[in-house]
């Protein structure tokens, strides 16, 4: 057993039992910034046109282009606002002041601190000089932080088994640089940060697919060694994933591999604004456990030891087909927030609302290499009913197949859902539902590796995504925490002997009207 294991017991338990160490008060006067900064590297701004941004049907594309891929990076991690509505959160007062502004981006990230770095490797058959660009989102641009073809170095990287990923001419490198969550989260940063990278991804894989594009990322290669392409400490920044882009006529890699035939690196570095960094031994210890090798690449169905088990419960009850989101995924992403306390119990969810967002999230896979496209899924989903027309309140587990809800346990959850809930920031039993998402942690980490708590978090976090895209579409307040006591879930929902894990919850349901804001962008 692995130390992922150990790991994952301790994040299940940490509401009663507190992860080392126990009296952390994070640093905010000498926090880091929400980016990395290369003072050094030229950046070259991207286009900023968005092409038919809010249209609903769109015309499939043979590949990736330039304005395509500026137009997907800034409706994931671009900034699109700035958060100035009066809400419950703990960091309301700090809004306003210029230097502690909070952005609203289309992807969400725990704590809104966006710690992953998107580099784009670029090759041949591409609108830019080949080479390795950070992406700015503070100046929707990219840092040339390397000039030179650099994707043979990728591919190596992938190993023989990468499959079409290999084919590639373009591809996405996804890093985290673990102090920019860990100066607030310390240990549990391994957690939180695992989620972020699969929310990206996600929202990405919804971006593209309208166009008939895929996102399929990579998760197994040699970490180390783009760790050092990339310039980076590997116990300091972690390499989570690469993802190939299907470029429009951007061809095949030449025959016996493009770009150099001996490893580069980039020697650009990133410029800490925090004076102090401190180091975290678990936090070490579990980004050690999960380093990706390319060798330990689990064969295809591998995963299917660890598939979600069927949905118990008592007799179904049916829900309704669910409706086409009346937002296209643009418009989603931009209008995408958490609600904070502002959720009020008077306007009940529709029951199709209700049923587009369980079956959304229930198809969300993560679509990474060690998954069968027609292979079983991970997640399990449950639901905490409050206020939802013609379903009354008590707890449920979902049956994507039938699509019913199966009771669990009878009653109103509200007193249950905020007991166990360790913030301020929501009244929970306001919230039209709250769905609980889980995964057999345990069982996939047996089935492929340490390796696999990534893929843990990923799959999470790409649920969590699709149930904040969804929820933008309808019109519905969201929120999703992590701040809740996972063995009382468990005992709650009747899991106990089982090796689910309820990993986040998230809230769904309408918000006061006319609530208090501020529009910047007219001030």
């Known amino acids: 057993m692995g130390y992922a294991h150990v790991y994952a017991h301790e994040i299940m338990h940490r509401g009663r039992v507190p992860m080392e160490p126990v009296d952390f008060v994070p640093d905010w006067a000498d926090?880091?910034?929400?980016?990395?900064?290369?003072?050094?590297?030229?950046?070259?701004?991207?286009?900023?046109?968005?092409?038919?941004?809010?249209?609903?049907?769109?015309?499939?594309?043979?590949?990736?282009?330039?304005?395509?891929?500026?137009?997907?990076?800034?409706?994931s991690y671009g900034l699109t606002g700035r958060r100035l509505a009066v809400q419950a959160n703990t960091d309301l007062a700090a809004l306003p002041h210029y230097t502690q502004a909070n952005w609203s981006r289309g992807t969400a990230s725990g704590g809104g601190l966006y710690p992953v770095g998107i580099h784009w490797a670029a090759g041949p058959g591409g609108p830019l000089t080949p080479g390795l660009y950070h992406y700015a989102p503070h100046q929707q641009g990219l840092r040339r932080l390397l000039t030179g073809d650099v994707t043979g170095q990728v591919r190596e990287a992938l190993g023989s088994g990468a499959g079409a990923?290999?084919?590639?001419?373009?591809?996405?490198?996804?890093?985290?640089?673990?102090?920019?969550?860990?100066?607030?989260?310390?240990?549990f940063s391994f957690h939180a940060v695992s989620m972020d990278v699969g929310a990206l991804v996600q929202t990405w894989r919804l971006w593209a697919a309208q166009y008939g594009l895929r996102i399929d990322p990579v998760l197994w290669f040699d970490e180390e060694r783009l760790a050092r392409l990339l310039g980076v400490a590997p116990e300091e920044e972690g390499v989570f994933a690469v993802v190939p882009l299907t470029w429009e006529g951007g061809g095949a890699p030449a025959a016996g591999g493009s770009g150099p035939t001996a490893d580069v690196a980039v020697r650009h570095r990133d410029v800490e604004r925090s004076r102090r960094v401190l180091a975290f031994e678990t936090l070490l210890r579990i980004h050690e456990a999960t380093a990706g090798r390319a060798a330990d690449r689990p064969e295809?169905?591998?995963?299917?030891?660890?598939?979600?088990?069927?949905?118990?419960?008592?007799?179904?009850?049916?829900?309704?087909?669910?409706?086409a989101p009346p937002a296209a995924t643009g418009r989603a992403l931009r209008e995408r927030r958490s609600s904070f306390g502002r959720f009020e119990a008077s306007r009940p969810v529709a029951a199709e609302e209700l049923?587009?967002?369980?079956?959304?999230?229930?198809?969300?896979r993560?679509?990474?290499?060690?998954?069968?496209p027609d292979g079983p899924p991970l997640t399990s989903l449950y639901a905490f009913v409050n206020h939802v027309e013609g379903i009354a309140p008590g707890a449920y587990a979902y049956d994507p197949a039938a699509h019913t809800l199966r009771p669990v346990k009878p009653g109103p959850p509200g007193p249950f859902l905020q007991r166990t809930y360790f913030l301020s920031n929501y009244n929970l039993e306001q919230a039209g539902a709250v769905f609980v998402p889980t995964v057999r942690t345990t069982a996939v980490l047996d089935s492929v590796g340490d390796r696999g708590y990534r893929l843990v978090g990923g799959t999470i976090g790409a649920v969590a995504q699709t149930f904040y895209t969804t929820a933008a579409a309808f019109g519905l307040g969201a929120g999703v925490a992590l701040g809740f006591d996972n063995i009382a879930y468990i005992e709650e929902l009747g899991l106990t002997g089982t090796d689910e894990a309820p990993l986040l919850i998230m809230l769904l349901g309408h918000e006061r009207p006319r609530p208090a804001d501020f529009r910047h962008e007219i001030a």
């Open 165 to 187: 990923a290999a084919q590639a001419t373009q591809y996405l490198v996804l890093s985290v640089k673990y102090w920019q969550n860990a100066f607030k989260y310390n240990s």
């Open 366 to 372: 993560y679509g990474t290499e060690a998954e069968r």
């Open 355 to 364: 049923a587009a967002a369980l079956a959304d999230c229930a198809a969300t």
């Open 300 to 323: 295809p169905g591998a995963l299917d030891a660890a598939a979600a088990l069927p949905p118990r419960g008592a007799d179904p009850l049916p829900l309704p087909p669910p409706p």
């Open 31 to 75: 926090r880091p910034r929400k980016a990395k900064f290369h003072p050094d590297a030229e950046t070259l701004p991207l286009p900023t046109a968005q092409p038919d941004a809010d249209a609903v049907a769109r015309r499939p594309a043979a590949g990736f282009t330039l304005p395509l891929l500026s137009a997907m990076l800034r409706d």
